[in-house]
């Protein structure tokens, strides 16, 4: 029933901004937490950012704080990832993620590409 779907990857040169979508739907999306999660070539998974829909409280992680900004649009259940000054180790497939906690599921997006060059 839920479902992701991100969007807005691209190849961007550094110091240059990128904003990334994700459609969320099958769940109350006002009283989620969503974050994003990026692979980076030949590297784990690594998380990004969270928000909490209610609260509007955001948590970034130390190398993108400053320079991303995530937010939603509640109208259209998306969650967005606006990037900025970015760099190239910024470059990995960025994931959208969320855990449905009363029966314990991870649900996450197809991913969509960032590349930083120039």
């Known amino acids: 029933e839920v479902q992701l779907e991100e969007s807005g990857g691209a190849l961007v040169q550094p110091g240059g901004s990128l904003r990334l979508s994700c459609a969320a739907s099958?769940?109350?999306?006002?009283?989620?937490?969503m974050s994003w999660v990026r692979q980076a070539p030949g590297k784990g998974l690594e998380w990004v950012s969270t928000i909490y829909i209610y609260s509007r409280k955001t948590y970034y992680a130390d190398y993108v704080k400053g320079r991303f900004t995530i937010s939603t649009d509640d109208a259209k259940n998306t969650v967005l990832l606006q990037m900025d000054s970015m760099k190239p180790e910024n470059t990995a497939v960025y994931y959208c993620y969320f855990h449905k906690v009363l029966i314990n599921r991870h649900y996450w997006g197809q991913g969509t590409q960032v590349t930083v060059s120039s």
């Open positions: 099958g769940f109350t999306f006002g009283a989620a937490a």
